[in-house]
């Protein structure tokens, strides 16, 4: 994933800018960068790698070395951005968020047809901006070029482009799939990813792009260049997972969503008389707490946390690019509530099962330490497909999903004709999905919230959600 941040005034913005992108430190963990432009200096631009350092301590120095009225910030966990970039369209810088599945073969035509050069990165491959760059470059306008890179990739593409003049160009994805906002203040406009972010610096609402609108943000005002499109397929796990607390999309706060989800998978507890014996309910931290408090305060079960995250020196579980350094680093943050789990009957609301790797390495943590019971709760459905669009579950193949791992076992590749039924707790191939996980993961009960749970906690309509890593619908 990623986040960006940007703004124009009549002041200098490099300050607005650093603490903006900063606020989007939990969508971004292995390189972020910032550009500015002045009229004396020109553009600037500066990229660090932040998988071992935060944020702000990399960047501290930006807010004495840069400077301009004008700026972009991106965190990111893929390439190296903002670009600056060279072209017949004038200087810019460029940054994106979302992902190009089709890279490589937009790359080799790119070369075909141009007979042009890329900067390879280790291993040759192409930074993805930079083919963004090239896609918008063969264009005769900022806006024709957009247009061309948002029918040509396959995925989805947030665009950030600063240009020599000041103005800043926005462009959000061509089916929405991530929010891009605009805010105001008296001395001009802010464009970002999460709402918090520039309410925290003073600025207000302006407005929220459509899907693939473009717009450019001056110091006087906000401009449409292109007006949004019809389709829109927002991605619904933001609300489940991506998406800070405090942060809206589409006018619905993601706290209160997972309040409401949460309360939705009580009911149905209840309803079918399951895990009613449980002496506390829990979340698995950090962002499947607000999930389970939502199951707590409906089903009048007390919320604890019968274990802590250590996160002073590990603030990020996700933070190695091995699987294995992330399993590492999340057992290592277990610290126990011993009093809590002893001879407890626990229930844990997780955001959601993928491989569920470190889910096994918790459950046997909480066992070790007396447990009693451990039932289980997902605050999504059963994750079938890996995401194309955004890539959140980085996962390389689908069979890395533990549904469909557990398919597999049951009845073999035949049984992805099924996914629907094994979605579903209500079919015999749900219920077998879910007795199987118990098994393998030592759980007394397992439940995840259906899909029509997850859009009623959302509460906007769902032809407007994306749904695909749960029922494969584009």
Known sequence: ???????????????????????????????????????????QRNIHRIGKTPFRSKFEHVLSDMKGKAAIGSLNDTDPQPLLIRSKLGAYALCSVGVVTN????AQQYLEQTGGHFDAMTGGKVNSNELIAALINQRDSFVDGIRYVQDSIEGSASILILKNDGTVIAARDKFGRLPVLIGEDPDGFCVTFESFAYRKLGYVDHMELGPGEIVELSADGVKQLSPPLKKKRVCAFLWTYYGYPNA??????????????????????????????????????????????????????????????????????????????????????????????????????????????????????????????????????????????????????DMELLARRVIVELEGEAGFDHIDEYSDAATERGKKLRKTICEKFHFDSLEFQSLEGVVQAIGIDPDDLCTYCWNGKE
């Open 248 to 397: 809206e999309y589409e006018g619905v706060n993601v706290e209160m969503m997972r309040y409401r989800n949460g309360a939705i998978l009580a009911r149905y507890d209840k309803e079918h008389g399951l895990a009613q014996d449980i002496d506390f309910v829990s979340g698995v931290p950090d962002s499947g707490t607000p999930h389970a408090i939502g199951y707590a305060n409906e089903s009048g079960i007390p919320f604890a946390r019968p274990y802590i995250k250590y996160t002073p020196t590990w603030s990020r579980s996700f933070m190695p690019t091995e699987q294995v350094d992330r399993n590492k680093i999340a057992k290592m943050k277990q610290i126990p509530v011993q009093s809590l789990i002893e001879g407890k009957k626990l229930l844990f609301v997780d955001d959601s099962i993928v491989r569920g790797t470190q889910l096994r390495e918790t459950v046997e943590f909480l066992y070790q330490h007396g447990a009693k019971a451990v039932h289980m709760r997902s605050a999504c459905p059963p994750i079938m497909y890996g995401c194309k669009y955004l890539n959140f579950s980085r996962a390389t193949s």
């Open 103 to 106: 890279a490589e073969a937009l």
């Open 1 to 43: 994933m990623g986040g960006f941040f940007g703004a124009v005034g009549k002041r200098d913005v490099v300050a607005d800018v650093f603490f903006g992108t900063d606020y989007h430190s939990h969508l971004g963990t292995k390189s972020a960068g910032m550009a500015a432009y002045d009229p004396e200096i020109g553009l």
